[in-house]
């Protein structure tokens, strides 16, 4: 952004006449229909730069703090402030709505990646201009790496249907929240059809051999590396979300009915606990001693937060602690393991969904792959079938 903050000016406010003005037989305001009486107000978010919302602080460099692409916070940034294409206030207003700094931090990217190709496949259209017409052929483009989506995908390759299905997720929620505070009267994107999601998981998971060893490797550089080694078994041992992870206070730690357990917001704000095992709780008991509830659990040693990218370097290190290959080993992957594990174990697939706090069975039910279901796939099964018989002898 410039040096000098933009002025942030008013959104003009259409005054109601007062109750009891003639017009209507019941003393209801005048040309006001029903509906109107109680609808929200026009936005007006009380900020200077989406970059102001907690959860979007715009990385400029390299270990500066920053939580999300200063990039994406300048082209928000940019967004027309008043007159009849004004879209920043709304726009601000819907990103601070956003209940957790995970669900923020995606509208802000999904949002300025709709702008970049709105910008090349229709020069000039606002956000409010945006027709259906416009949405189906972004989706499309996504889908098959075409069109001016090739330009902006790495290397043009086509994105997967349940990323496709998210991005026309948040711009239906912007425009739903455009239609509630009446910026827009109809939403675009109302009767877009999302792409079918797979009902089974991409996420690779590890076997169990390897979470098991992940864990005795956390213990292992728990001396050295206090923090990594508490966030490794949290994530080995709950499957919490990176951002969830992130967020976890001292305070968020307590007792309940003779139990430790951790309480953290997970997507759409809902709050859950999870207990901690005697083994778990031993590495994250330090993190916890002199310090107030307030104090973020896990901090870098130069006191930033343990974002997704600290937290891929801590399982590594634990990985090379237990002579596992580090390789591709991420938050999202620990998650994917201790779903699949869970459930190939036969834990009911409700306690899997209340530990990873997802709000519908059917999203835990993707992950119900695991090496039971494999190791009895019709494929192998079949290759029996077709096996050269013993023959036997004369």
């Known amino acids: 952004m410039d040096d000098e903050p933009p002025t942030l000016e008013p959104t003009a406010v259409v005054p109601r006449p007062p109750a009891g003005t003639p017009g209507l037989p019941d003393g209801r305001p005048g040309g006001l229909h029903p509906a109107h009486l109680h609808s929200a107000p026009p936005p007006a978010p009380l900020l200077v730069s989406v970059g102001d919302i907690p959860g979007l602080r715009p990385r400029r460099r390299r270990g500066d703090g920053g939580e999300v692409a200063g990039a994406d916070v300048d082209l928000i940034d940019r967004l027309p402030r008043s007159g009849p294409s004004a879209s920043w206030p709304t726009v601000a207003a819907w990103l601070r709505a956003g209940k957790t700094a995970a669900t923020r931090r995606a509208r802000l990217a999904d949002t300025a990646a709709f702008l970049r190709w709105l910008a090349l496949a229709a020069?000039?259209?606002?956000?409010?201009?945006?027709?259906e017409d416009m949405l189906v052929a972004y989706a499309d483009e996504l889908g098959t790496g075409t069109g001016a989506a090739a330009e902006l995908t790495r290397g043009g390759r086509p994105l997967r249907a349940a990323t496709v299905a998210r991005r026309l997720s948040t711009l239906s929620s912007l425009y739903r929240y455009a239609v509630r505070r009446h910026v827009i009267p109809a939403s675009p994107a109302a009767h877009v059809d999302r792409p079918e999601v797979s009902k089974e998981g991409r996420t690779p998971a590890r076997p169990l051999?390897?979470?098991a060893a992940l864990l005795a490797g956390a213990e292992t550089?728990?001396?050295e590396h206090p923090a990594d080694a508490a966030a490794v078994a949290l994530l080995v041992t709950t499957g919490l979300r990176a951002a969830e992870l992130e967020g976890l206070t001292v305070g968020r730690i307590g007792t309940d009915a003779g139990h430790t357990v951790i309480r953290f917001r997970v997507k759409g704000g809902k709050?859950?606990?999870?207990?901690l095992a005697d083994r778990v709780h031993a590495l994250v008991r330090p993190l916890t001693v002199g310090r107030t509830a307030a104090d973020p659990l896990l901090v870098r040693e130069d006191g930033r937060p343990f974002d997704r990218w600290r937290q891929t370097?801590?399982?590594?290190?634990?990985?090379r602690a237990a002579g596992l290959d580090p390789t591709a080993l991420t938050p999202h992957v620990l998650r994917a393991t201790a779903a699949t594990l869970l459930l190939g174990s036969g834990v009911p697939v409700e306690d899997v969904q209340e530990l990873l706090g997802h709000a519908s069975p059917v999203t835990t039910q993707r992950y119900d792959r695991g090496a039971t279901k494999l190791e009895q796939h019709a494929a192998y099964k079949m290759a029996a079938l077709l096996a050269p018989k013993?023959?036997?002898p004369e």
């Open 123 to 131: 020069p000039g259209t606002g956000l409010w201009e945006v027709t």
């Open 209 to 211: 051999e390897e979470a």
């Open 221 to 223: 550089i728990a001396s």
């Open 271 to 275: 709050e859950i606990r999870v207990p």
């Open 313 to 319: 370097t801590a399982l590594r290190r634990a990985a």
């Open 390 to 392: 013993a023959r036997a």
